[in-house]
Every structure is written in C-alpha cells, then in structure tokens.
C-alpha cells in the first residue's frame, strides 16, 4: 500500500499569515495527489486536484505543488473560514490512501 | 446541482450487519465510479471500497474484504454498501462519494454521511 505521511499533524497560524501543508508519498504517484478541507462537522471537500489544480469555487489563496514524491498545500493569507482539517489523498493505486490530517487553527 | 444522501445508519450489534444506500441526484450516475469512505470518531479519513460506473469492477480496503460488498442500481440512481459481520471498530459516519471519472481521480462530491454505531 502506498503510505502518505503529512505534516505537520497541527499548526495554529494568525490570520493573514501563510501556511504550507506537506504531504509526502511512500512510493512514486505523478501528479495523483489532492486535497480536501473537512471543516467541523461537515463531510469532507475537494480543494486541490491533481497536486496542483483549483477545483471550481474554491478560494484563489488555496494552492497546490509538487515536487517528486513531496507535495504541499499552500494558504497564502490565512482567513477565519479557513479553521478546519485538511487531508491529503493519493489516488495513483488502490487501496486509496490519505494523510492523518492537518489541524489547522487560527490564533 | 449535484446530490449524494447516505441512509441506512443506525446502531447494531457485533457480527450482525447493515446496509448502507447513496441516493444520488443533479448527474448521470451510471457515468461515473462511485466509493465509500468512513470516518472513526475524531479519527481521520479510511477509503472503503470503489464500483467502476458499470458495476463491473469492484475494489476493496483490506479491513473489509470478504465483509462488505459495494453495489450500484444505476436504473435507482443508488449506490449501496452490504456490511457483514460488523465489528466494533468498524464503528463510524460512512460517506459516499463521487469519483470524476476523468484522466485524474478524486472525489469532487460527497455525501452528509451516515453514523454506524456497532456496540452491544
């Protein structure tokens, strides 16, 4: 199975500030990796496809990269709306597989 | 606009079993491959199991095969998932999702989520 290691497991951050979220893949997987917010209580939502492409609607704040088999969730200015989870997903091979999550907080 | 409601949730006890559906609305299921993804309480998220857009193909998460059974009536627009022989870790909100079915994979909807509870 393809193992995704994300980091850091939490972060609290201020708004306005930038916050970078890595994923890093326990096998090679190209580009097949995205991200999805799941804010409290709420069913989980696509925020980044592909490592590196906006899914429609979402913030231009949100974005993603790749470089080999580590992978990186950006937020270039922090907003309150942002409180939430955010896993990474590889979806290069089954069993699909994600992250353990990132906490994201707002001092 | 794009629609996936889970039912069938509720509390069961060990080794007994429950059947999830997806009522899906707003596209054309029968395009696209559909999964299942649960969630412990305050755990992260597991993939569950996937059905290619016919039914032809079925793929499962090791902790649950030979258990569960993932199926499609995309003449009921609905997706269901069998879950046999349930086991208290097996205890979650179960969502269901749609998969793009494009070059790149990735679930671009999702369900509110069902709660299985499994507990004597």
């Not at chain 1, 994923?23 to 991200?35: D, K, V």
């Amino acid at each position: 199975d393809i193992q995704m290691t994300q980091s850091p497991s939490s972060l609290s951050a201020s708004v306005g500030d930038r916050v970078t979220i890595t994923c890093r893949a326990s096998q090679s997987i190209g580009s097949s990796l995205n991200w999805y917010q799941q804010k409290p209580g709420k069913a989980p939502n696509l925020l980044i496809y592909a490592a590196s492409t906006l899914q429609s609607g979402v913030p231009s704040r949100f974005s993603g990269s790749a470089s080999g088999a580590d992978f990186s969730l950006s937020i270039s200015s922090l907003q309150p709306e942002d409180l939430a989870t955010y896993y990474c997903q590889q979806s290069y091979f089954t069993p699909l597989t994600f992250g353990q999550g990132t906490k994201v907080e707002i001092k | 606009q794009v629609q996936l409601v889970e039912s069938g949730g509720g509390v069961v006890q060990p080794g007994r079993s429950l059947r999830l559906s997806c009522a899906a609305s707003g596209f054309t299921l029968s395009s696209h491959g559909m999964h299942w993804v649960r969630q412990a309480p305050g755990k992260g998220l597991e993939w569950v199991a996937v059905i290619t857009y016919d039914g032809s193909n079925k793929y499962y998460a090791d902790f649950v095969k030979g258990r569960f059974t993932i199926s499609r009536d995309n003449s009921k627009n609905t997706l269901f998932l069998q879950m046999n022989s349930l086991r208290s870790d097996d205890t979650a909100v179960y969502y269901c999702a749609k998969d793009n079915s494009g070059s790149y994979s990735y679930f671009d909807y999702w369900g509110q989520g069902a709660l299985v509870t499994v507990s004597s």
